[in-house]
């Protein structure tokens, strides 16, 4: 064997293959020559800068992956909706190597019905690792999150995962605006479920919660990097579409004393980049469909991603993996079906000065 | 109307609003004729327009006293729109102050415009004013059309698989009916807003389109426009 196909063993060492064991695994390539693998290798570009910057710092870099806002409905796995989860779930499950855990980003169901949920959890069900599930306003509206707690358990949740304490919130709480007009249960997840509603109430963490969070967070060392999941975007970016938490500041200032804190969001599907002071906020891509940017609000670190041609499904739309470095900084992937990959590293953010221009809507 | 009849009018306007040209003169219209009496006691001067038939009273200005420039030149657009539109009796008077009108056609009583471009409205309406009754029952026609298309759009009705309009477009954002007609290149032909919207409910909502008369077709065209009214226009970007 030459010393280049030993180079391509060396780096094969990262890559998990799934129910095949790394050493039977190679003794089958070894066998059968390193050609299928090195090409497959090179067919993943933006997987390989991942490998290549994991091999270089050591074992407390990792990567997970997310999916969010399916907004499946009930109408069997051939829907488009249904259909885009399943491609993402395949992609994810394709991924060498493996991420550490994926972040399901909320909105799994678009109405918020058992039915919905089903079928969303019957699609997901193949997914290999460790699995977090977030709530978004559209699973929660119909029944109060009855359901989806059955389904996927506590919607508040934090774990340290290698050196990296997370902490998954339920954002989507709003003052009751239904029990005054009397709404069924549907009509209140109609409401709800229209983005620029006019009499739409805007998103919050809550006073309950924030408290759980500020006792939570009291355990962690300043210096442990922190990471927020959070179905709506913890700052303030477009009231009109509840592109909004409004109690961000407060849900800030707890985060305030960390030195590394990074915010992950959905509701936004779109590509999203945002700062305030010690925190770094990045949106997630929906599978279902691309909201376009909000007419104004945007914040001056995203560089919006092109908009996309509605005559095909699969562009504007996609899933996407978080690269935790050694200083507990992420890299973010935009993992765009059908374009290039998007990736928002955390050194490239700190030299952006002035507003990207995009696409107007 | 040709460049030659425009010359001739401006030039007879011009006379008109030379403060030593104008008289005042006697009129047969009825309501007007306090006017006229009125202006030689008061201060106000008449200039008419050289088909004798349209006068403006300028209050707060004398007989043969020299207007300030900007009353004179809105005395010269205001004749000019009168002379251009109608072959009626007009009587106009401007006010010392504010830039509002009043018109008297034909000896009917005065209405109030706030400026001359308001002025064909009162004339095709035989110089009377528009109700509030028919202003109230013009704007519930014209909004009952948009929300009739606000709801198809925010509904899954137009389709069958229950998505609707608005979840792509909030606030009809990215239709961009100002575009149309355009080459639209996905369908290899020129369009219109309506056939990118039967697109769209024929595919991302798998519904039947809707034929281009069809009532609820004018209604989401008729919402998707209002929304955008006054948004930005970009050339070339959509």
């Known amino acids: 064997m030459s010393t280049e196909s030993n180079g391509k063993n060396e780096r094969l060492k990262h890559i998990n293959f799934g129910g095949v064991s790394r050493r039977e695994f190679l003794k089958t390539t070894m066998k059968a020559g390193v050609v299928v693998a090195s090409s497959e290798y090179m067919l993943n570009p933006s997987q390989s800068m991942v490998q290549q910057v994991a091999m270089k710092s050591g074992a407390e870099e990792f990567v997970f992956a997310y999916i969010s806002d399916s907004h499946l409905l009930a109408r069997g796995k051939e829907h488009r909706f249904a259909r885009a989860l399943t491609k993402a779930v395949e992609d994810v499950n394709a991924m060498k190597p493996q991420p550490d855990f994926i972040l399901y980003g909320g909105d799994l169901a678009q109405l918020g019905l058992r039915d919905e949920f089903s079928l969303g959890k019957e699609i997901i069900a193949p997914l290999k690792p460790k699995l977090y599930m977030m709530v978004g306003e559209h699973d929660w509206y119909y029944d ?40 069924t249960p549907m009509e209140r997840m109609l409401f709800m479920a229209q983005l620029d509603n006019p009499r739409g109430r805007p998103f919050t963490v809550g006073e309950e919660q924030r408290k759980w969070l500020k006792e939570d967070l009291a355990g962690v060392g300043r210096g442990t990097p922190v990471v927020v999941f959070s179905h709506s975007p913890l700052y303030k970016y477009y009231r009109p579409w509840n592109f909004w938490t409004d109690d961000a500041e407060e849900v800030q200032a707890l985060l305030a004393p960390f030195k590394s804190v990074t915010v992950i969001h959905g509701h936004t599907h779109q590509v999203l980049t945002n700062k305030i002071k010690n925190v770094v906020f990045h949106g997630m891509l929906s599978t279902a469909w691309p909201w376009p940017y909000a007419p104004e609000g945007i914040p001056r670190l995203t560089v919006q991603m092109d908009r996309a041609d509605p005559f095909n499904q699969f562009d504007g739309t996609g899933w996407g993996t978080a690269a935790v470095t050694a200083r507990g900084k992420i890299d973010k992937t935009y993992n765009l079906w059908d374009r290039n990959p998007m990736v928002v590293s955390y050194e490239k953010l700190l030299t952006v000065k002035e507003q990207v221009a995009g696409p107007s809507y | 109307m040709g460049i030659p009849y425009k010359i001739f009018l401006c030039f007879c306007l011009c006379l008109a609003t030379l403060p030593y040209a104008a008289k005042a003169e006697d009129s047969s219209v009825d309501n007007a004729s306090n006017d006229l009496r009125q202006s030689r006691e008061k201060a106000v001067q008449v200039v008419t327009a050289c088909d004798g038939r349209k006068k403006v009273i300028v ?36 006010p010392k102050t504010g830039m509002f009108i009043q018109l008297s056609v034909n000896g009917m009583p005065y209405v109030t415009v706030g400026d001359t471009e308001e002025i064909p409205l009162i004339l095709v309406h035989g110089g009377k004013a528009h109700t509030e009754r028919e202003k109230k029952i013009w704007a519930a026609e014209m909004n009952r059309m948009i929300t009739e298309g606000y709801a198809l759009f925010h509904s899954p009705g137009l389709g069958k698989n229950g998505i609707s309009c608005d979840m792509c477009h909030p606030d009809a954002s990215n239709t961009h009916p100002e575009t149309y007609p355009k080459y639209q290149t996905q369908m290899n032909k020129a369009v219109l807003l309506r056939d990118m919207i039967n697109w769209c409910i024929e595919n991302p909502m798998e519904g039947d389109k809707l034929a281009e008369d069809d009532q609820k077709m004018k209604a989401v065209e008729a919402y998707i426009i209002s929304a955008r009214a006054g948004k930005k226009l970009e050339p070339g970007k959509h």
């Not at chain 1, 989806?148 to 709003?174: M, R, Y």
């Not at chain 2, 300030?68 to 072959?87: D, G, H, I, N, S």
Request: aromatic residues 10%; glycine residues 6%.
């Open chain 2, 59 to 94: 209050e707060g200005c004398q007989e043969g006293e020299a207007m300030p420039e900007q009353k004179a030149r809105k005395v010269a657009e205001l004749l000019m729109t009168l002379m251009e539109f109608c072959e009626d009796e007009i009587i106009a008077k401007l």
């Open chain 1, 144 to 183: 109060m999150g009855e359901a989806w707690k059955e389904f996927f358990g506590k919607p508040t949740c934090s774990f340290d995962h290698k050196g990296v304490h997370f902490v998954v919130l339920n954002s989507i709480l709003v003052e009751d605006y239904w029990s005054e007009k009397k709404m």
